[in-house]
């Protein structure tokens, strides 16, 4: 659910589960600020007359969904009536939320969003910052408690990073899932 889409419904969208994460101590948080260095095996590769741009290239694949990175403690709160009620959820922090990985991501991260913008059709960005202040207010079922965390969706997506040599021979692949931040909003859920 995001908090400013105008379309959606609470009501409609509370999950009764916290949303699935990606296990933390998985992932590297942020991209790397500069290019890795030529594969050792360079020596080996003659130039030809043609002639390719050399350097590492990131090449995204598929995609799954967005999973949601918390900015801020976990809100929760219960209702103990027989009755429906209202539960406002304000986000008490500014975070910024950025590039997640696993695998070898051996570009920099601009390089990861430009393929992977252009190759889904989507918004993503190399960072977005969750503000203090956003509210959220939803619906809380009877004898239920309502959840909420303020955060940075990113999108799931997988693809290999791939250094090409100056006569356009291509490396091993390198394999890496990445989590591209997507849109700002909450996650909300329920038991």
């Known amino acids: 659910m995001f908090a400013d889409d105008p379309t959606t419904d609470p009501a409609d969208t509370v999950a009764t589960a916290p949303p699935a994460q990606p296990e933390e101590t998985d992932l590297t948080e942020g991209a790397p600020d500069v290019p890795a ?16 741009e050399q350097g590492w ?31 406002t959820f304000t ?17 920099k991260g601009s390089a990861a969003v430009i393929e992977i913008s252009g190759k889904f059709g989507v918004t993503v960005s190399a960072s977005l910052t969750a503000k203090l202040g956003n509210a959220i207010t939803v619906d809380t079922p009877a004898r239920k408690t309502t959840y909420g965390r303020y955060g940075v969706y990113r999108l799931k997506s997988y693809g290999y990073s791939q250094y090409t040599y100056v006569n356009c021979g291509k490396g091993a692949k390198h394999n890496v899932t990445i989590y591209t931040p997507h849109r700002v909003g909450w996650a909300i859920w329920e038991d």
Not at 37 to 52: E, I, K, M, T
Not at 63 to 73: I, P, R
């Open 57 to 87: 290239y990131y090449k995204a694949s598929s995609k799954s969904k967005d999973y949601h990175k918390g900015v801020g403690a976990e809100q929760a709160n219960h209702n103990g009536t027989s009755r429906t009620a209202k539960s």
């Open 91 to 107: 986000s008490d922090v500014t975070g910024t939320v950025g590039i997640a990985y696993t695998g070898e991501l051996n570009v």
């Open 37 to 52: 260095a030529a594969p050792s095996d360079a020596a080996d590769q003659v130039p030809s007359s043609r002639g390719c």
